[in-house]
């Protein structure tokens, strides 16, 4: 049996019978010292101990020695769509088949809920390793907000329209990159996929784009992309977040994967994945109620069942860069954004790729459109994508492009407000209004935000105040580079 989980599992049977370490203690003629030793694995109860202890702890001889035996207690759990991923972490980390799959249910027997870590402590922690060169930060108003993008001058307020003269990122074709699998990161990644069990969260191997190179400036955004499998990120790269957000003070995996700044901007030498995430703002006619014309806003809770960003704030539309079937066409910015309005906003589950394989020749066929982006797309003036900025997120080292959508039409809302709806991926929708400073301000101040997700409403805030006219009233933003 574990250390740890003799120490859970001893200490909770006693806690149950109503003893503490010291009445235990007593009542068995032993120190305290002694029953310490127990629930901390390093010694057993002698055998002449052992019929009054299980009397006192309420378990027949044949429970208490299966408690004490090593034996680890395994959950039974269904989760066949973990199938897969049990049998890629047993490839990649050496072990028979099967093993992945046993750890976990091992792990379901004393999974503890995570304390929620807010974005200034993970920040705070961040800047401890790394420093704080390259750190985006922000004055909104009277707010101070601070984040864990590392970034540089050159790659914020870009103004970069997603048209095909603007969106440049291109695929290539290049060696795989996957950081090494020891055991520790392993057994960490079993963990890992014990939350997911928990917390009912969908893990499928869908591709994703890993970014290789990216030159980022004013109207254009170049760079280059490679196609590779979300289990390699999820159960890599994603475990970085875990690490830092757990209690102790030691981080070997980031030690041995992303242990300095320089290891952070090597694209080639590491499986960095990302995405895409944009500011959503349609505007609206003056109301008798509301006020004045504005741009309605939206902001997302995130789902616990997502991997990324769980439980947090961000923007929406918001998800990793891959391909749906077109791994050269789908390789730009735009074709992501627009796939997750699709699937986030718009109503359409079908080119959600965390469903499968995609059946459909063309998921983006002016055919398969839903009504609102068939409107949209009728008339290109009616809105416009821009990419605002670019970062590496030190939390897991991903990749972000912060976007904007605007959408200048006002008959858009007043036709298909009614229809757009956050899908699996939220436990709720916000709206906000252009018009209200006070209260995006305090949204901001907002301590659940994900890195991303913040900097990408600072960076598309920032531009609407630049040309979003009188429907805009936002109060004073500007950035810092550490």
Known sequence: MGTGRRRVELAAVRRGAGFTQESLAEALGVDRSTVITWEAGSHAPMPHVRPRLAQ??????????????????????????????????????????????????????????????????????????????GVFSAQVGSTEVLTSVVT??????????????????????????????????????????????????????????????????????????????????????????????????????????????????????RLCAGGALALFAAARPADPFRGEADYVLLVQERSSQVVNAAGRLAVIPKGFHGPLNDVRADSRIGATLRRELEEELFGRGDVDVTGGPMRAADPMHRGRLSEPMRWLSEDPARWRMECTGFGLNLVSGNYEFACLV???????????????????????LRQYSSRDGESLEKLIADDSWSNEGVFAMVQGLRRMRENGGERVSVPPIEWRVG
């Open 56 to 133: 006192l702890l309420e378990r027949s001889p044949g429970e208490l020695d299966e408690l004490l035996s090593g034996r680890p207690k395994v959950v039974e759990f269904g989760r066949p769509d973990l199938d897969a991923v049990f049998s890629w972490l047993d490839t990649l980390a050496g072990w028979d088949r099967g093993t992945s799959r046993q750890k976990v249910g091992e792990g379901l027997a004393d999974v503890l809920p995570r304390v929620a870590v807010g974005r200034a402590e993970v920040a705070d922690r961040l800047a401890q390793y790394y420093g704080n060169r």
């Open 152 to 269: 540089r001058p050159e790659w914020l307020d870009l103004r970069c329209e997603l048209s095909p003269t603007g969106d440049r990122l291109e695929l290539s074709v290049g060696a795989e990159a996957r950081w090494a699998m020891s055991e520790r990161a392993a057994l960490t990644a079993t963990r890992r996929l014990a939350d997911a069990v928990v917390k009912g969260a969908r893990l499928t191997d869908a591709p994703v784009y890993r970014l290789v190179e990216a030159t980022p400036t004013v109207g254009m955004v170049r760079g280059q992309v490679e196609v590779a499998s979300f289990f390699d990120y999820a159960l890599t790269a994603d475990l970085l977040e875990r690490e830092l957000t757990d209690s102790s003070d030691e981080l070997p995996l980031r030690d041995a994967w992303m242990p300095d700044l320089e290891s952070v901007f090597d694209l080639r030498g």
């Open 406 to 428: 605007v959408i200048e039409d006002e008959e858009f809302w007043q036709r298909f407000g009614g229809q757009i709806e956050a899908n699996w991926e939220s436990d709720g």
